[in-house]
């Protein structure tokens, strides 16, 4: 295998990385906090993915101001859903259990809902559009430079997500949240506003992945479950809940995907599921879970 | 064995309409057009993957959403045991266990490896399962066969239809049996406080394993039947999403305390889903996903969750007529 | 002859040890407490017993048989059972059912229904509940809630029972009803370890306390000696004493 193949390899494993990063760790804030499994995360990355395209195409607004829209109106989304939808099931819910259980199904519901939307606005074809796609040269060999703006963003965003959740005063709410919502609640904390908040916050992580991902690969309204269950496996791998473990776990899963990728592109995420079963069996808590 | 039970009046009144439904379906496909067989083979068909799926997550409380993996599994043993060209390997019934046994097996391995952890790790597995199946049957049409899809012998609507029939008895009569036995005490313990039940000797692990498998027996021998009918299978269209959603939404909706909500349910959203398909494409799926979503919010017990109210209220109207007569 | 005993029982929860280096053992016939502090890691012995949580080092053994590695269900069959500090009963389920589990599942071998409803009445009769098992248990009152899980735990026919708090929550009355249930089973021939608060219960049925503190043992001996103990008078009462003097 020549020395071009293996950086290729890993600078691409690394931008899919960053990419299973911020889905990854969208999602496990969403369950660790709010204790929601989002299951229709996938679809919200599609969306994004898909309103970046539309942006671009037909209003010629570059991805990168995109995503200073699609950001905020996720994190809009994300928190409306949650403080109607979720926050019904919560106070309705006889137990933690069943609501995590109703969670799970009403999340299953939002895939169906908004997979269908996407279809309804923009097909099921799969389509591209291209932006910066100019060349740059790292380590000999050649990048689309909109693959390296995407990984510079969503490593930016990764490393200001976790000095935020680690500094702030919000973010020391949010991992109380985490470690034991009940008793945040009793300390003062704001269920009703922190719980929505974080979801919205999962959303928007979705969004900017959303957002990357289109800049780099073609769109498709049936992609979603795949980026679900990638997210699913990094935060399964990383521990449920545990922000650097999504951090982490999603650059892992970038170049493991890219390494299967070189030899069978088809059994990528064939390859992750099997590795996820393998971790299952051999590690449930995840490898830097809380036990 | 005590003989009275058996001819108690709502024994003999549910007995005689379990069989004049029956014998209303054993008629029907000799009156009816080739087309309204059909849906009544998609209608038996969610019937059996929605009581199959309550079977183990109706009282578990652990939500499985790989109905479509198993439902897959079954087609391609079918397509593999069954095919067009060059002919059936085996005879059709040896072909339709064959297809159960396999999902049977493969929900042990799953069962085994997912069902020892928390609830939530089980639901990630099978939410993955179908398209993890998806892609493997994927590479191996595209890469290995070069052709996708694998076409089958066929069979007609007709004879679909009663062998389907056949089955559908058997699901039920194996939820019920389940239910009233140890094995469904056992379950509903777990659902209710797995701890507990841990605790007061239940192998919850074996429970919980068993009570799965043998549901995707039956979701295994449902696609061992709709592959021969379809005429044909292929990686796409054997794991669909809408085959692990529906007989989630139909055994909420229908509710699953008592065995006939699923029924009910599947019965109600199969013929809506048929009809609705070929009209309003996207919208369709679009408005059951929104039922999903308020059915689990306003109405957690499904329609059968009513029927104590019902009784109830209905009680009480009739309590006021007669007060009010007197 | 100790039908349960420990040898430096530990348990760590992250950086914390619940329960540190407890040497303690339980004879066949006795009726023990275990007393201490919120926090002293009690219940978390319990759970150790029972399996809810794997010890972190240190060996259990039960008639003999080491306890470590087994599972739940495993140590219930053994003969082993208890209840729940927090009742966990099932709560959509009628009184008899949840009984009927027990009378299932916590033998070693496979029981007849016939046999598991006698066992389940029987079980039913002797906390004084036959009237109720038809009711749904979330619709009974906290002491019949308790109740069921004792006879619940009854129905698995264990030769050790656990009690976590089966007094906490109830009436003086109903108190010592409780303490001549308690009685009445060790007169069956099932020996008794509880953890308790209620003092009057502790020192009324108790022929041996065991005293935990931060997880560690600081005390053992009979109701008497462990009242004139100073060490346990001085952790009941606080710093108070010790600034005082």
């Known amino acids: 295998m020549s020395s071009e193949t293996v950086v290729r390899v890993i600078v691409s494993g690394l931008l899919n990385g960053g990419v299973y990063a911020l889905a990854a760790m969208g999602l496990t804030i969403q369950y660790g906090v709010a204790r ?233 995420l064939s390859s992750f599921y099997a590795l996820l079963m393998i971790l299952l069996v051999a590690r449930p808590k995840g490898l830097l879970g809380k036990s | 064995m005590d003989i009275s039970k058996f001819t108690s009046r709502k024994f003999l009144s549910v007995a005689g309409f379990i069989l004049a439904i029956l014998a209303f379906l054993a008629i029907f496909p000799l009156y009816g057009s080739n087309s309204e067989v059909g849906v009544g083979v998609i209608i038996l068909m969610y019937v059996i993957l929605t009581v199959s799926w309550v079977m183990f997550s109706g009282s578990t409380g652990y939500m499985s959403l790989a109905v479509a993996g198993f439902f897959g599994i079954g087609q391609y043993v079918a397509a593999f045991l069954y095919p067009r060209d060059p002919g059936p390997l085996l005879p059709l019934p040896a072909v339709i266990i064959a297809g159960g046994l396999a999902s049977f097996v493969f929900a042990l391995v799953v069962g085994l490896v997912t069902l020892r952890l928390k609830g939530m790790y089980f639901a990630i597995f099978t939410f993955g399962f179908a398209v993890f199946l998806g892609s493997i049957m994927q590479y191996y049409e595209l890469q290995i066969r070069g052709r996708r899809g694998i076409n089958v012998f066929p069979i007609s609507n007709q004879t679909a239809f009663y062998i389907l029939i056949v089955v559908v008895v058997l699901t039920l009569l194996t939820a019920y049996l389940i239910r009233r036995s140890r094995l469904g005490l056992a379950m509903q313990s777990i659902g209710e406080n797995e701890d507990a039940a841990a605790h007061m000797g239940v192998n919850t692990t074996m429970v919980k394993v068993m009570t799965f498998a043998i549901s995707a027996f039956f979701m295994g021998v449902v696609g061992a039947i709709m592959a021969p009918k379809w005429q044909s299978v292929d990686y796409s269209s054997a794991f669909l999403l809408l085959y692990s959603f529906m007989p989630v939404l139909m055994a909420i909706f229908g509710g699953m305390r008592e065995l006939y909500g699923p029924v009910i349910g599947a019965v109600i959203f199969a013929y809506t889903e048929r009809t609705l398909r070929l009209q309003f494409p996207y919208y369709y799926m679009l408005a059951f996903g929104i039922a999903l979503i308020l059915i689990i919010i306003y109405l957690p017990g499904g329609l059968t969750g009513l029927v104590p109210t019902l009784k109830d209220k209905l009680g009480g109207v009739i309590a006021r007529l007669r007060k009010g007569g007197q | 002859m100790p039908i349960l005993e420990g040898q430096d029982v530990t348990k760590y929860f992250g950086g914390l040890a619940a329960v540190s280096h407890v040497d303690f053992h339980v004879d066949q016939g006795e009726i023990v407490g275990l007393i201490g502090p919120n926090g002293a890691g009690k219940t978390t012995l319990f759970n150790l017993i029972s399996a809810a949580f794997p010890i972190s080092s240190g060996e259990m053994r039960f008639k003999g048989h080491k306890l470590n590695g087994l599972n739940p269900h495993q140590i219930c069959k053994l003969g082993v059972s208890r209840t729940f500090q927090q009742t966990k009963i099932f709560t959509n389920m009628p009184v008899l059912q949840n009984v009927l589990v027990g009378a299932f599942f916590g033998t070693p071998t496979r029981v007849s229904a016939a046999d598991a409803a006698r066992e389940a009445s029987q079980a039913l009769e002797f906390v004084g509940l036959s009237a109720m098992s038809a009711l749904p248990t979330k619709d009974l009152t906290l002491v019949n809630q308790k109740r069921t899980e004792l006879a619940r735990a009854l129905a698995t026919r264990p030769e050790l029972l656990l009690l976590d708090e089966l007094m906490a929550g109830l009436t003086p009355a109903e108190v010592s009803e409780s303490m001549e249930l308690v009685t009445r089973i060790r007169d069956k021939g099932i020996t008794v370890f509880m953890v308790e608060h209620v003092m009057k219960a502790i020192m009324g049925i108790c022929g041996r306390i065991m005293v935990l503190h931060h997880g560690e043992k600081i005390a053992e001996g009979t109701p008497q000696e462990i009242v004139a103990n100073k060490k346990v008078i001085e952790i009941y009462l606080g710093e108070e004493t010790r600034a005082g003097s």
């Open chain 1, 36 to 268: 929601v499994l989002n299951l229709s995360h996938g679809e919200f990355i599609v969306v994004a993915a898909w309103l970046t395209w539309t942006f671009f195409t037909r209003l010629e607004i570059n991805p990168l101001v995109s995503a200073a829209i699609t950001a905020p109106f996720f994190l809009g989304i994300g928190f409306l859903i949650h403080r109607t939808v979720f926050t019904t099931l919560r106070k309705r819910a006889p137990s933690p259990a069943a609501f995590e259980g109703n969670s799970l199904l009403v999340a299953f519901g939002f895939l169906y809902v908004v997979q269908n939307i996407a279809l309804l606005i923009w097909g099921g074809v799969p389509r591209a559009y291209y932006w910066l796609t100019g060349g740059v040269n790292i380590l000999g060999v050649r990048f689309a430079l909109n693959n390296v703006i995407a990984l510079a963003v969503a490593v930016a965003l990764g490393v200001a997500f976790f000095v935020f959740v680690n500094r702030s005063r919000l973010g020391k709410a949010i991992r109380a949240a985490v470690e034991d919502p009940a008793t945040a609640g009793l300390m003062g904390i704001n269920i009703n506003l922190v719980l929505p908040l974080v979801f919205g916050l999962g959303a928007l992580m979705a969004g900017v992945a959303g957002v990357l991902l289109s800049m780099c690969y073609p769109i498709s309204t049936f992609m979603g479950m795949n980026y679900t269950i990638i997210a699913l496996v990094v935060v399964a791998l990383g521990g449920l809940g545990s922000i650097p473990g999504g951090f982490i776990g999603g650059f892992i899963l970038g170049i493991v995907g890219s390494i299967v990728g070189q030899l069978e592109s088809t059994l990528t």
